[in-house]
Nanobody, 123 residues
Framework: VQLVESGGDLVQAGGSLRLSCAAS????????IGWFRQAPGKEREGVSC????????YYADSVKGRFTIASDSAKNTVYMQMNNLEPEDTAVYYC?????????????????RGQGTQVTVSS
């Protein structure tokens, strides 16, 4: 499984970004794809997850109402739309995945992950 993130950038508080995770190499349709983030000096945090089996989605409380995860099966890509960004959202965002029929949220430490993309929100 290969995961390639893109879309990170520098944005002002209140702005929006859309992260993309291009996924390839799955040998089953039963998998989940999620995002987690790592900020300097902070614990890793699971941000969101989408279950490819049933389309169910999950979010951390800190991003509910602001972030939306969605998948485009035709493009094998998962997107995370991030609106009303806050300086506290600054982090490296990683796409991660695992063969599973459930996200087992808030678990997010799946077997596969990408290289990460930097999101910086200025105040």
């Amino acid at each position: 499984v290969q995961l390639v993130e893109s879309g990170g950038d520098l944005v002002q508080a209140g702005g929006s970004l859309r992260l993309s995770c291009a996924a390839s190499g799955f040998t089953s349709n039963h998998y989940v794809i999620g995002w987690f983030r790592q900020a300097p000096g902070k614990e890793r945090e699971g941000v969101s997850c989408i279950n490819n089996s049933d389309g169910s989605t999950y979010y951390a409380d800190s991003v509910k109402g602001r972030f939306t995860i969605a998948s485009d099966s035709a493009k094998n890509t998962v997107y995370m739309q991030m609106n009303n960004l806050e300086p506290e959202d600054t982090a490296v965002y990683y796409c991660s995945s695992d063969y599973s029929v459930s996200c087992y949220w808030p678990q997010y430490d799946y077997d596969y992950r990408g290289q990460g993309t930097q999101v910086t929100v200025s105040s």
